[in-house]
């Protein structure tokens, strides 16, 4: 598992090269995002108020 990191908070999340990847792997409660980078993540639905701000959309 790796982590989102902003500030001083760690978000579990899993990364992912590909949307497609990502769409494969993820189930009820979890969210898919991208970054800046164009890197993909599965995070709970739960934390995605708390990095939203930071550059993070919801794929759906």
């Known amino acids: 598992m790796a982590f989102i990191i902003v500030d ?5 999340a899993k990364k992912f090269d590909s949307e ?6 993820a189930v009820n409660k979890e969210l898919i995002v991208k970054d800046d980078q164009g890197d993909f993540w599965i995070i709970d639905e739960e ?11 919801i794929i759906k």
């Open 20 to 25: 497609k990847e990502a769409k494969e792997e």
């Open 8 to 12: 001083d908070m760690q978000i579990p």
């Open 47 to 57: 934390n995605y108020p708390k990095i939203e701000a930071y550059g993070y959309t």
